[in-house]
Protein backbone atom coordinates (compact mmCIF):
# COMPACT_ATOMS: atom_id res chain seq x y z
CA UNK A 1 0.00 0.00 0.00
CA UNK A 2 2.65 2.82 1.05
CA UNK A 3 4.93 1.64 -2.53
CA UNK A 4 0.97 2.30 -4.21
CA UNK A 5 1.10 5.91 -1.89
CA UNK A 6 4.37 6.63 -2.58
CA UNK A 7 3.93 5.89 -7.06
CA UNK A 8 0.57 7.78 -6.90
CA UNK A 9 2.54 11.02 -5.21
CA UNK A 10 5.47 10.64 -7.55
CA UNK A 11 3.07 10.83 -10.61
CA UNK A 12 1.22 13.57 -9.36
CA UNK A 13 4.43 15.70 -9.14
CA UNK A 14 5.49 14.55 -12.51
CA UNK A 15 1.79 15.62 -13.74
CA UNK A 16 2.34 19.05 -11.77
CA UNK A 17 5.67 19.35 -13.27
CA UNK A 18 5.10 18.79 -16.86
CA UNK A 19 2.38 21.09 -16.47
CA UNK A 20 4.45 24.22 -15.37
CA UNK A 21 6.64 23.37 -18.60
CA UNK A 22 5.60 26.33 -21.34
CA UNK A 23 3.87 24.70 -24.54
CA UNK A 24 6.60 25.07 -26.56
CA UNK A 25 9.15 23.47 -24.98
CA UNK A 26 6.77 20.33 -24.72
CA UNK A 27 6.67 20.50 -28.34
CA UNK A 28 3.14 21.49 -28.24
CA UNK A 29 1.59 24.12 -30.94
CA UNK A 30 1.66 27.66 -28.79
CA UNK A 31 0.52 31.02 -30.88
CA UNK A 32 2.07 32.59 -28.63
CA UNK A 33 5.52 31.34 -29.87
CA UNK A 34 5.31 30.37 -33.43
CA UNK A 35 8.28 29.55 -35.67
CA UNK A 36 8.88 31.95 -38.08
CA UNK A 37 10.47 31.68 -41.52
CA UNK A 38 10.52 34.80 -43.81
CA UNK A 39 11.68 33.33 -47.17
CA UNK A 40 12.62 36.05 -50.33
CA UNK A 41 13.57 35.87 -53.64
CA UNK A 42 15.66 38.11 -55.78
CA UNK A 43 14.48 39.93 -58.57
CA UNK A 44 11.62 37.85 -58.98
CA UNK A 45 8.68 39.60 -60.76
CA UNK A 46 4.79 39.70 -59.78
CA UNK A 47 3.98 38.70 -63.03
CA UNK A 48 6.62 35.58 -63.18
CA UNK A 49 4.99 33.09 -60.90
CA UNK A 50 2.74 30.65 -62.04
CA UNK A 51 -0.85 31.98 -60.31
CA UNK A 52 -0.28 34.83 -61.63
CA UNK A 53 0.04 34.03 -65.04
CA UNK A 54 3.52 33.55 -65.64
CA UNK A 55 5.71 31.49 -67.69
CA UNK A 56 7.78 30.07 -64.57
CA UNK A 57 6.70 26.59 -63.32
CA UNK A 58 6.26 27.25 -59.56
CA UNK A 59 3.83 24.42 -58.44
CA UNK A 60 5.11 24.42 -54.84
CA UNK A 61 3.72 28.03 -54.79
CA UNK A 62 0.95 27.69 -56.43
CA UNK A 63 0.22 25.00 -54.04
CA UNK A 64 0.94 27.08 -51.28
CA UNK A 65 -1.11 29.64 -52.46
CA UNK A 66 -3.68 27.94 -52.18
CA UNK A 67 -3.52 26.10 -49.49
CA UNK A 68 -6.79 25.97 -46.43
CA UNK A 69 -4.33 27.82 -44.19
CA UNK A 70 -2.74 30.77 -46.61
CA UNK A 71 -3.56 34.24 -48.06
CA UNK A 72 -2.43 34.93 -51.15
CA UNK A 73 -0.88 38.79 -50.74
CA UNK A 74 -2.11 40.33 -54.28
CA UNK A 75 -0.68 43.61 -52.99
CA UNK A 76 2.66 43.23 -51.29
CA UNK A 77 5.13 45.37 -51.87
CA UNK A 78 9.01 45.33 -51.41
CA UNK A 79 10.52 48.26 -49.29
CA UNK A 80 12.62 49.44 -52.32
CA UNK A 81 12.72 49.14 -55.98
CA UNK A 82 16.04 47.52 -55.17
CA UNK A 83 18.21 45.14 -53.29
CA UNK A 84 20.05 46.96 -50.20
CA UNK A 85 17.56 48.65 -49.15
CA UNK A 86 14.33 46.55 -48.53
CA UNK A 87 16.77 43.50 -47.13
CA UNK A 88 16.91 47.08 -44.48
CA UNK A 89 13.42 47.46 -44.36
CA UNK A 90 12.77 43.72 -43.37
CA UNK A 91 14.85 43.48 -40.63
CA UNK A 92 13.89 47.08 -39.35
CA UNK A 93 10.48 47.87 -39.67
CA UNK A 94 12.07 51.15 -41.13
CA UNK A 95 12.39 52.58 -44.11
CA UNK A 96 16.03 52.48 -45.82
CA UNK A 97 16.79 55.99 -45.87
CA UNK A 98 16.27 56.95 -42.08
CA UNK A 99 19.87 55.55 -42.06
CA UNK A 100 21.25 56.19 -45.43
CA UNK A 101 20.89 52.67 -47.31
CA UNK A 102 20.36 54.45 -50.00
CA UNK A 103 20.63 51.82 -52.99
CA UNK A 104 21.73 48.71 -53.59
CA UNK A 105 25.47 47.93 -52.46
CA UNK A 106 27.87 47.35 -55.41
CA UNK A 107 30.99 45.76 -54.29
CA UNK A 108 32.05 46.71 -58.38
CA UNK A 109 32.47 43.98 -60.87
CA UNK A 110 35.35 42.37 -59.69
CA UNK A 111 35.30 38.45 -59.73
CA UNK A 112 36.76 38.45 -56.21
CA UNK A 113 35.09 38.79 -52.88
CA UNK A 114 36.52 41.18 -50.47
CA UNK A 115 38.07 43.96 -52.84
CA UNK A 116 35.78 47.26 -52.14
CA UNK A 117 33.55 47.78 -49.39
CA UNK A 118 29.72 47.87 -49.33
CA UNK A 119 29.37 51.54 -48.85
CA UNK A 120 26.09 51.53 -47.42
CA UNK A 121 26.01 48.71 -44.72
CA UNK A 122 23.08 48.40 -41.94
CA UNK A 123 24.05 50.79 -38.82
CA UNK A 124 24.80 48.47 -35.86
CA UNK A 125 22.67 50.78 -33.91
CA UNK A 126 19.32 49.71 -35.53
CA UNK A 127 17.31 46.90 -34.14
CA UNK A 128 16.45 43.89 -36.44
CA UNK A 129 13.74 41.56 -35.97
CA UNK A 130 16.28 38.98 -34.96
CA UNK A 131 17.35 40.69 -32.00
CA UNK A 132 13.81 41.43 -31.09
CA UNK A 133 13.32 37.49 -31.34
CA UNK A 134 16.70 36.04 -30.04
CA UNK A 135 15.65 38.59 -26.96
CA UNK A 136 12.34 36.34 -26.69
CA UNK A 137 14.08 32.89 -26.27
CA UNK A 138 14.17 32.21 -29.77
CA UNK A 139 16.90 30.59 -32.36
CA UNK A 140 17.94 32.80 -34.85
CA UNK A 141 19.48 31.48 -38.40
CA UNK A 142 20.49 33.21 -41.42
CA UNK A 143 21.22 31.73 -44.59
CA UNK A 144 21.66 33.10 -48.10
CA UNK A 145 22.35 37.07 -49.69
CA UNK A 146 23.08 39.37 -46.95
CA UNK A 147 24.30 42.57 -49.33
CA UNK A 148 24.19 44.50 -45.96
CA UNK A 149 27.55 45.11 -45.22
CA UNK A 150 30.98 43.43 -45.17
CA UNK A 151 32.35 40.71 -43.28
CA UNK A 152 35.90 42.01 -42.81
CA UNK A 153 36.57 45.01 -41.74
CA UNK A 154 37.89 46.76 -45.17
CA UNK A 155 38.78 50.60 -44.63
CA UNK A 156 38.64 52.92 -47.44
CA UNK A 157 38.44 56.43 -47.19
CA UNK A 158 38.32 55.91 -43.18
CA UNK A 159 35.15 53.65 -43.26
CA UNK A 160 34.40 50.85 -41.58
CA UNK A 161 31.54 48.96 -43.36
CA UNK A 162 32.12 46.05 -41.16
CA UNK A 163 28.15 44.48 -40.59
CA UNK A 164 27.30 40.58 -40.98
CA UNK A 165 24.39 38.84 -39.98
CA UNK A 166 25.79 38.07 -36.48
CA UNK A 167 26.02 41.68 -35.48
CA UNK A 168 21.94 42.25 -36.38
CA UNK A 169 21.01 39.24 -34.32
CA UNK A 170 21.55 35.97 -35.95
CA UNK A 171 23.06 33.01 -33.85
CA UNK A 172 23.79 30.55 -37.19
CA UNK A 173 24.42 31.97 -40.44
CA UNK A 174 25.99 31.74 -43.89
CA UNK A 175 26.03 34.21 -46.30
CA UNK A 176 27.25 35.61 -49.42
CA UNK A 177 28.15 39.40 -49.00
CA UNK A 178 26.27 40.10 -52.52
CA UNK A 179 24.80 38.81 -55.63
CA UNK A 180 25.64 34.95 -56.80
CA UNK A 181 25.34 32.74 -59.74
CA UNK A 182 22.14 30.89 -58.76
CA UNK A 183 23.88 27.73 -59.88
CA UNK A 184 27.61 26.66 -59.29
CA UNK A 185 27.43 29.63 -56.96
CA UNK A 186 31.24 29.71 -55.75
CA UNK A 187 32.94 27.63 -58.21
CA UNK A 188 34.76 30.65 -59.43
CA UNK A 189 36.33 30.86 -56.16
CA UNK A 190 37.87 27.60 -56.76
CA UNK A 191 40.75 27.77 -59.41
CA UNK A 192 40.77 24.41 -60.85
CA UNK A 193 36.68 23.86 -60.50
CA UNK A 194 35.35 21.33 -62.42
CA UNK A 195 31.71 22.87 -61.08
CA UNK A 196 31.30 25.39 -63.71
CA UNK A 197 28.31 24.15 -66.02
CA UNK A 198 29.26 23.58 -69.84
CA UNK A 199 26.48 25.64 -71.27
CA UNK A 200 27.84 28.82 -69.15
CA UNK A 201 31.09 29.90 -71.10
CA UNK A 202 31.90 32.81 -68.68
CA UNK A 203 33.49 32.38 -65.48
CA UNK A 204 31.19 32.60 -62.60
CA UNK A 205 32.23 35.61 -60.38
CA UNK A 206 33.82 34.40 -57.06
CA UNK A 207 31.17 35.09 -54.74
CA UNK A 208 31.37 32.43 -51.63
CA UNK A 209 29.40 32.12 -48.33
CA UNK A 210 30.94 32.77 -45.07
CA UNK A 211 30.15 32.66 -41.22
CA UNK A 212 32.18 33.98 -38.50
CA UNK A 213 33.88 31.20 -36.30
CA UNK A 214 36.31 31.45 -33.27
CA UNK A 215 39.12 31.30 -35.87
CA UNK A 216 37.72 34.38 -37.71
CA UNK A 217 35.59 34.91 -40.88
CA UNK A 218 35.59 31.58 -42.83
CA UNK A 219 34.08 30.52 -46.28
CA UNK A 220 32.84 27.34 -47.97
CA UNK A 221 35.59 25.41 -48.06
CA UNK A 222 35.17 23.44 -51.45
CA UNK A 223 32.91 24.20 -54.51
CA UNK A 224 29.25 24.00 -54.37
CA UNK A 225 27.52 21.95 -57.45
CA UNK A 226 23.85 22.46 -58.48
CA UNK A 227 21.45 24.67 -58.03
CA UNK A 228 22.43 27.39 -55.27
CA UNK A 229 18.56 27.12 -54.51
CA UNK A 230 18.73 23.96 -53.06
CA UNK A 231 22.37 24.29 -51.32
CA UNK A 232 20.27 27.18 -49.15
CA UNK A 233 17.54 24.59 -48.48
CA UNK A 234 20.20 21.92 -47.15
CA UNK A 235 21.32 24.37 -44.59
CA UNK A 236 17.50 25.39 -43.45
CA UNK A 237 16.68 21.68 -43.12
CA UNK A 238 19.77 20.77 -40.87
CA UNK A 239 19.00 24.11 -38.79
CA UNK A 240 15.48 23.27 -38.34
CA UNK A 241 15.79 19.77 -37.46
CA UNK A 242 18.29 20.26 -34.62
CA UNK A 243 16.02 23.63 -33.82
CA UNK A 244 12.87 20.73 -32.87
CA UNK A 245 15.08 18.50 -31.54
CA UNK A 246 15.65 21.07 -29.33
CA UNK A 247 12.54 21.78 -28.79
CA UNK A 248 13.17 25.39 -28.98
CA UNK A 249 11.21 27.99 -31.31
CA UNK A 250 13.14 29.89 -34.12
CA UNK A 251 12.89 32.19 -36.95
CA UNK A 252 14.85 31.60 -40.19
CA UNK A 253 15.39 34.34 -42.39
CA UNK A 254 16.39 32.76 -46.13
CA UNK A 255 17.48 35.02 -49.02
CA UNK A 256 17.67 32.95 -52.10
CA UNK A 257 19.34 34.17 -54.90
CA UNK A 258 17.02 33.41 -57.50
CA UNK A 259 16.49 35.03 -59.63
CA UNK A 260 19.21 38.21 -59.75
CA UNK A 261 21.95 38.04 -62.53
CA UNK A 262 23.81 35.95 -63.27
CA UNK A 263 20.99 33.30 -63.28
CA UNK A 264 21.81 29.68 -64.19
CA UNK A 265 19.79 26.43 -64.65
CA UNK A 266 21.13 22.97 -64.03
CA UNK A 267 20.10 21.06 -66.61
CA UNK A 268 16.99 19.24 -64.66
CA UNK A 269 15.59 22.65 -64.93
CA UNK A 270 16.67 23.83 -67.71
CA UNK A 271 15.00 20.51 -69.60
CA UNK A 272 11.83 21.67 -68.19
CA UNK A 273 11.91 24.49 -70.47
CA UNK A 274 13.36 23.39 -73.50
CA UNK A 275 11.44 20.27 -73.54
CA UNK A 276 8.31 22.53 -73.50
CA UNK A 277 5.75 22.57 -76.20
CA UNK A 278 6.28 27.14 -76.16
CA UNK A 279 9.55 27.53 -77.34
CA UNK A 280 12.18 29.27 -74.80
CA UNK A 281 15.39 30.36 -75.79
CA UNK A 282 18.67 28.69 -73.47
CA UNK A 283 18.30 32.23 -71.93
CA UNK A 284 14.82 32.05 -70.55
CA UNK A 285 15.44 28.19 -69.42
CA UNK A 286 17.69 29.75 -67.47
CA UNK A 287 15.68 31.95 -65.98
CA UNK A 288 12.51 30.09 -65.35
CA UNK A 289 14.75 27.02 -64.47
CA UNK A 290 16.24 29.13 -61.77
CA UNK A 291 13.06 30.04 -60.35
CA UNK A 292 11.73 26.44 -60.54
CA UNK A 293 14.72 25.27 -58.50
CA UNK A 294 13.69 27.44 -55.64
CA UNK A 295 10.10 26.60 -55.61
CA UNK A 296 10.65 23.17 -55.22
CA UNK A 297 13.25 24.27 -52.53
CA UNK A 298 10.47 25.82 -50.78
CA UNK A 299 8.57 22.79 -51.84
CA UNK A 300 10.37 20.79 -49.94
CA UNK A 301 10.68 23.39 -46.83
CA UNK A 302 6.96 23.07 -46.58
CA UNK A 303 6.89 19.31 -46.62
CA UNK A 304 9.43 19.56 -44.02
CA UNK A 305 7.59 21.19 -41.30
CA UNK A 306 4.69 19.06 -42.15
CA UNK A 307 6.65 15.89 -41.65
CA UNK A 308 8.00 17.61 -38.10
CA UNK A 309 4.94 18.38 -37.06
CA UNK A 310 5.34 22.08 -36.84
CA UNK A 311 3.56 23.28 -39.98
CA UNK A 312 0.77 24.67 -37.73
CA UNK A 313 2.72 26.45 -35.55
CA UNK A 314 4.90 28.14 -38.19
CA UNK A 315 4.20 31.46 -39.83
CA UNK A 316 5.55 31.15 -43.32
CA UNK A 317 6.28 34.13 -45.45
CA UNK A 318 7.62 34.31 -49.07
CA UNK A 319 7.84 37.41 -51.46
CA UNK A 320 10.72 39.17 -53.61
CA UNK A 321 12.95 42.08 -52.62
CA UNK A 322 12.03 43.99 -55.88
CA UNK A 323 10.12 44.12 -59.21
CA UNK A 324 12.30 42.07 -61.68
CA UNK A 325 14.53 43.25 -64.31
CA UNK A 326 12.59 41.95 -67.57
CA UNK A 327 9.64 44.15 -68.57
CA UNK A 328 7.73 40.70 -69.20
CA UNK A 329 7.96 39.56 -66.22
CA UNK A 330 5.38 42.37 -64.38
CA UNK A 331 2.65 41.02 -66.22
CA UNK A 332 1.52 44.70 -67.48
CA UNK A 333 2.36 46.19 -64.05
CA UNK A 334 3.83 49.61 -64.88
CA UNK A 335 7.66 50.02 -64.16
CA UNK A 336 9.97 47.24 -63.23
CA UNK A 337 13.20 47.36 -60.85
CA UNK A 338 14.23 50.12 -60.09
CA UNK A 339 11.19 52.37 -60.06
CA UNK A 340 8.58 53.33 -57.58
CA UNK A 341 5.87 52.24 -59.93
CA UNK A 342 4.19 48.84 -59.68
CA UNK A 343 6.04 47.09 -62.11
CA UNK A 344 8.97 47.79 -59.30
CA UNK A 345 7.66 47.46 -55.91
CA UNK A 346 4.51 45.38 -56.53
CA UNK A 347 5.83 41.57 -55.71
CA UNK A 348 4.94 38.13 -55.02
CA UNK A 349 3.71 37.28 -51.42
CA UNK A 350 2.18 34.44 -49.51
CA UNK A 351 2.03 34.32 -46.11
CA UNK A 352 0.74 30.37 -44.33
CA UNK A 353 0.04 30.32 -40.86
CA UNK A 354 -2.62 27.25 -40.03
CA UNK A 355 -2.64 28.35 -36.26
CA UNK A 356 -4.07 31.20 -37.48
CA UNK A 357 -5.06 31.60 -41.02
CA UNK A 358 -8.67 29.05 -41.07
CA UNK A 359 -9.75 29.61 -44.86
CA UNK A 360 -7.49 30.77 -47.81
CA UNK A 361 -8.06 34.01 -49.22
CA UNK A 362 -6.80 36.32 -52.14
CA UNK A 363 -6.06 39.62 -50.56
CA UNK A 364 -6.06 43.11 -51.83
CA UNK A 365 -5.10 44.37 -48.97
CA UNK A 366 -1.51 46.38 -49.14
CA UNK A 367 1.53 44.70 -47.19
CA UNK A 368 5.35 45.64 -47.16
CA UNK A 369 8.40 43.98 -46.21
CA UNK A 370 8.64 46.64 -43.19
CA UNK A 371 5.60 44.80 -41.74
CA UNK A 372 7.18 41.89 -40.27
CA UNK A 373 9.29 43.46 -37.46
CA UNK A 374 6.03 45.33 -35.88
CA UNK A 375 4.45 41.97 -36.77
CA UNK A 376 6.52 39.91 -34.37
CA UNK A 377 6.20 42.31 -31.55
CA UNK A 378 2.46 42.12 -31.49
CA UNK A 379 2.67 38.34 -31.78
CA UNK A 380 5.51 38.06 -28.61
CA UNK A 381 3.68 40.83 -26.80
CA UNK A 382 6.88 42.97 -27.44
CA UNK A 383 6.79 46.81 -27.12
CA UNK A 384 8.19 48.41 -29.72
CA UNK A 385 10.63 50.95 -28.99
CA UNK A 386 9.57 54.74 -28.57
CA UNK A 387 13.22 56.18 -29.58
CA UNK A 388 12.61 55.76 -33.57
CA UNK A 389 9.88 56.07 -35.89
CA UNK A 390 8.57 52.21 -37.29
CA UNK A 391 7.48 52.74 -40.65
CA UNK A 392 5.87 48.98 -41.13
CA UNK A 393 2.45 47.57 -39.21
CA UNK A 394 1.60 44.59 -37.13
CA UNK A 395 -0.47 42.88 -39.96
CA UNK A 396 -1.73 39.79 -36.75
CA UNK A 397 -5.27 41.50 -37.07
CA UNK A 398 -5.42 41.24 -40.67
CA UNK A 399 -3.71 38.05 -41.03
CA UNK A 400 -6.39 36.94 -37.78
CA UNK A 401 -9.49 38.11 -40.26
CA UNK A 402 -9.97 41.06 -38.10
CA UNK A 403 -9.39 43.50 -40.25
CA UNK A 404 -9.29 44.28 -43.76
CA UNK A 405 -8.18 47.82 -44.27
CA UNK A 406 -4.71 48.54 -44.20
CA UNK A 407 -5.53 52.95 -43.05
CA UNK A 408 -1.92 53.16 -42.31
CA UNK A 409 -0.21 54.38 -45.66
CA UNK A 410 2.98 52.95 -47.05
CA UNK A 411 5.63 55.35 -47.74
CA UNK A 412 8.46 55.14 -50.81
CA UNK A 413 11.42 56.96 -51.53
CA UNK A 414 14.69 56.36 -53.99
CA UNK A 415 17.09 58.13 -55.63
CA UNK A 416 18.05 60.02 -52.65
CA UNK A 417 21.68 60.85 -53.11
CA UNK A 418 24.25 61.81 -50.02
CA UNK A 419 24.37 65.46 -48.57
CA UNK A 420 21.81 66.64 -50.78
CA UNK A 421 18.41 64.33 -49.15
CA UNK A 422 15.15 64.87 -50.89
CA UNK A 423 17.08 67.71 -53.40
CA UNK A 424 17.62 68.03 -57.13
CA UNK A 425 16.14 64.50 -58.30
CA UNK A 426 14.51 61.94 -56.39
CA UNK A 427 11.34 60.58 -56.02
CA UNK A 428 8.70 59.48 -53.53
CA UNK A 429 5.37 57.59 -53.31
CA UNK A 430 3.04 57.43 -50.58
CA UNK A 431 0.52 54.25 -51.25
CA UNK A 432 -3.05 53.82 -49.62
CA UNK A 433 -5.59 51.23 -49.38
CA UNK A 434 -7.13 52.41 -52.73
CA UNK A 435 -4.67 55.43 -54.40
CA UNK A 436 -0.95 56.02 -54.90
CA UNK A 437 0.40 59.75 -55.71
CA UNK A 438 3.88 60.06 -56.94
CA UNK A 439 5.73 63.03 -56.34
CA UNK A 440 8.89 63.06 -58.74
CA UNK A 441 11.93 65.50 -58.97
CA UNK A 442 13.87 66.35 -61.57
CA UNK A 443 16.51 69.42 -61.02
CA UNK A 444 14.44 70.34 -58.06
CA UNK A 445 10.89 70.82 -60.61
CA UNK A 446 8.07 68.43 -59.13
CA UNK A 447 5.46 66.60 -60.95
CA UNK A 448 3.11 64.30 -59.21
CA UNK A 449 0.94 61.61 -60.54
CA UNK A 450 -2.28 60.07 -58.74
CA UNK A 451 -3.65 56.43 -59.50
CA UNK A 452 -6.63 54.51 -58.10
CA UNK A 453 -5.14 51.40 -57.39
CA UNK A 454 -8.24 49.70 -57.23
CA UNK A 455 -9.22 50.44 -60.59
CA UNK A 456 -6.16 50.51 -62.33
CA UNK A 457 -3.36 48.50 -61.33
CA UNK A 458 -1.01 49.30 -64.24
CA UNK A 459 -0.99 53.13 -63.31
CA UNK A 460 -2.53 54.38 -67.41
CA UNK A 461 -4.20 57.59 -66.04
CA UNK A 462 -3.11 59.86 -64.26
CA UNK A 463 -6.01 61.61 -61.94
CA UNK A 464 -4.22 64.60 -60.37
CA UNK A 465 -6.55 67.49 -61.89
CA UNK A 466 -9.73 64.65 -60.72
CA UNK A 467 -9.16 64.90 -57.19
CA UNK A 468 -7.63 68.03 -55.84
CA UNK A 469 -8.73 67.03 -52.03
CA UNK A 470 -7.14 63.77 -51.99
CA UNK A 471 -4.16 65.24 -53.67
CA UNK A 472 -3.50 67.82 -50.98
CA UNK A 473 -4.35 65.34 -48.19
CA UNK A 474 -1.50 62.77 -49.66
CA UNK A 475 0.86 65.83 -50.42
CA UNK A 476 0.75 66.96 -47.12
CA UNK A 477 1.40 62.84 -45.54
CA UNK A 478 4.27 63.19 -47.71
CA UNK A 479 6.05 66.25 -46.89
CA UNK A 480 5.27 65.46 -43.24
CA UNK A 481 6.97 61.62 -43.28
CA UNK A 482 10.39 63.72 -45.74
CA UNK A 483 10.48 66.12 -42.29
CA UNK A 484 10.37 62.37 -40.00
CA UNK A 485 13.22 60.98 -42.58
CA UNK A 486 15.43 64.55 -42.45
CA UNK A 487 15.37 64.03 -38.36
CA UNK A 488 15.45 60.65 -38.47
CA UNK A 489 18.90 60.93 -40.87
CA UNK A 490 20.33 64.01 -38.65
CA UNK A 491 20.39 61.18 -35.19
CA UNK A 492 21.56 58.43 -36.60
CA UNK A 493 24.42 60.77 -37.77
CA UNK A 494 25.72 58.87 -40.84
CA UNK A 495 28.06 62.39 -41.88
CA UNK A 496 25.78 62.83 -44.88
CA UNK A 497 24.16 66.78 -43.87
Known amino acids: MMHYLLDLVRFVWIILAYSMVPSVVRGIASTATPNV ?62 YCVWNSNNAGGSLKDFIRPQKMPLPLSEITVAEVMRNAGYSTAFFGKWHLGDFKPLRRRGNNTLSHPGLHGFEQWWATGRSAPTATTNCG ?11 YTDRPMCTNYYTNTSDGIVGWPQPIPGDDSHFIWSLAEKYIREQVNLQKPFFLYLPFHSVHKPYIATDQYREIYLKAKMKYTSKEADYYGAISAMDEALGKLR ?20 GPLKPRSTNGLRGRKSSLYEGGVRVPGIIEWPDVISSNRVSQFPVVSSDLLPTVQDILGVKPSDDRPIDGISILPFLQGKENKRNQPIFSAFKLKKRRVFQEQYRVSIT ?66
Open 37 to 98: IFAMADDLGWGDVEYNNGSAFTPSLNEMARSDNAILLQRHYSGSPVCSPTRATLLTGRNHNR
Open 303 to 322: NLLQELGIKNNTLFWFTSDN
Open 432 to 497: TDKYKLMETVRNNTVQYELFDLEKDARESSNLINDYPDITSQLIEQIEQWKESVRQSIKKIGCNIL
Open 189 to 199: CFQNSTCILGH
